[in-house]
């Protein structure tokens, strides 16, 4: 069974942004993250890269050794904020989503 990890931000009692992937792969101790998002209103300051920290720390925590994630490939301010994290490009061979950046942490 797989469990759900989420980093969150909380701002008086509600989540407005959150960071949801899974990070319990024991055989490859790969983490993965799904989806980021932030409240319109709270989109575009910084809430998103807060929860993606959460996240990550939790993932390490559970003993991940790298975390990975696609992001769409136009979407220039989620690959920068993801870069800033240290998250790199990452390709291999017969990429299962080719139209999208894959990247590794």
Known sequence: ???GTMGIVKEGGKIISLCAGYANDNLTRFAY?????SL???AGKGYGKVAVRD???KAIKNGMKAIHL????DNVPAIKMY???GFIDYVVEDELR???????L
């Open 40 to 42: 319109p209103e709270y």
């Open 33 to 37: 993250i799904s989806v980021v998002a």
């Open 1 to 3: 069974m797989a469990y």
């Open 70 to 73: 696609y992001a769409v490939k």
């Open 98 to 104: 080719p139209e999208d950046r894959h990247l590794v």
């Open 55 to 57: 996240f990550i720390t």
């Open 83 to 85: 870069k800033s994290l």
